[in-house]
């Protein structure tokens, strides 16, 4: 190994997610096979214990890549001189929660967590906000660390972006390779747009009706979290640490040419959506940085769709702006 290991925070390290996660994290999958990682986990205090049996099983892996792992329930030790971090513990709803009350318990999450990597993370840091309401809890975090440039604060739509690819191949019967150009627009929610307006397969434009776009491949995306959820018991792990890994190394190591990907981003004004806001757009990277692809013809369809979920962020920004959280 002739480079300094990068620095990984994950939190949520002892849940469902993290079990999936940090394993591929250790083997390489994240950065790369020549990148030596050093991981640093944070959980609530009840979690530490946990946490630690899984740090055990990582040992147990003896991968060449993983240069250490310390475990930590303070935010503020957890992203010291931190260069990726994973934003995956949130609060789950519960039973008779409003969508007010999920918005203000995640936020006495993900504000102190923006403070701790704003006050001590390295200069290159660049966070993926996995749990859930992603798109806000981004906004969160990225609200409370106004010294880190705001295109280092992105939310999770890579999921929604394989989910998508896995249906049209299906659909098409071709193997997800030959697809690009496809685009997951607005929140990590049920009123997100799967679009394939823009969409190629074998370099020619995809073609489908519409009735299938509007009464199966879009539904079937957008509440496919739902599905999972309703045939495991639990939310999406496996998937969802998959994505998390794309996410991270397409933002590192590019995404290819002649093809885009989605991710939640901070809104520039693109397209008409709502400046300031983390809404997810078709995406390329290049040198370490996501760009929101532009000039994009939108269709009326998309436009309609596009906007729906835009208001349902715009909403969600301003009941956290009325709660104090950002
Ligand atoms: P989980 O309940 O199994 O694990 C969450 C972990 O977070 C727990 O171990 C908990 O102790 C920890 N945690 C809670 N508060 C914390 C804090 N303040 N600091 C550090 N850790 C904390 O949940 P999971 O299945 O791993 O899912 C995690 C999140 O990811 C959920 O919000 C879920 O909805 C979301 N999710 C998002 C996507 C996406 O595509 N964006 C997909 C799947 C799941
Ligand atoms: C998913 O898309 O699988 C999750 O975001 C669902 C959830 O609510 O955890």
Redesign the pocket.
């Known amino acids: 190994m002739t480079q300094a290991p990068v620095n990984v925070t994950v939190?949520?390290?002892?849940?469902?997610?993290?079990y999936a996660l940090l394993f591929r994290i250790a083997s390489g999958q994240l950065l790369g096979q020549d990148v030596p990682v050093k991981l640093r986990l944070?959980?609530?205090p009840?979690?530490v214990k946990?946490a630690e049996g899984t740090a055990m099983e990582l040992d147990d892996g003896a991968f060449p890549l993983l240069a250490g792992i310390d475990i930590f329930d303070d935010?503020k030790q957890a992203f010291e001189g931190t260069n990726i971090a994973l934003l995956?513990?949130?609060?789950?709803r519960s039973k008779g929660m409003e969508r007010g009350d999920l918005l203000e318990a995640n936020g006495g999450?993900f504000k102190p967590?923006g403070e701790a990597i704003n006050a001590g993370a390295a200069d290159d840091i660049k966070v993926l906000v996995?749990?859930?309401p992603?798109n806000t809890n981004a906004l969160i975090a990225r609200s409370h660390a106004p010294d880190v440039p705001a295109d280092r604060f992105t939310?999770?739509?890579r999921?929604?972006h394989n989910r998508a690819l896995a249906q049209l191949s299906k659909k098409l019967g071709v193997p997800v390779t030959e697809l690009k150009k496809l685009a997951i627009w607005g929140n990590?929610s049920a009123t997100q747009y799967p679009s394939v307006q823009h969409a190629e397969v074998g370099g020619k434009p995809v073609e489908v009706d519409q009735a299938w776009l509007e009464n199966d491949f879009i539904p079937t995306v957008a509440k496919r979290?739902a599905a999972i959820i309703e045939a495991r018991g639990?939310?999406?792990?496996a998937s969802?640490a998959s994505?998390a890994i794309d996410h991270v190394y397409t933002w590192v190591n590019g995404t290819p040419a002649g093809d885009w990907t989605s991710a939640g981003v901070v809104s520039d004004g693109s397209y008409g959506v709502a400046e300031g806001i983390i809404s997810s757009f078709p995406v390329t990277a290049k040198d370490g940085k996501y760009e929101i692809v532009q000039g994009l013809e939108i269709d009326d369809f998309s436009r309609a769709r596009i906007d729906a979920s835009v208001a349902e962020l715009v909403e969600e920004r301003d009941t956290v702006q009325k709660l104090g959280l950002i």
Not at 11 to 18: E, H
Not at 234 to 237: K, T
């Open positions: 939190t949520g390290a002892a849940g469902q997610i993290g944070l959980e609530i009840q979690a946990a935010p995956v513990g949130a609060r789950p999450i967590q996995v749990g859930n992603a939310a999770m739509t999921l929604d990590h979290g639990l939310s999406s792990a969802a994505a």
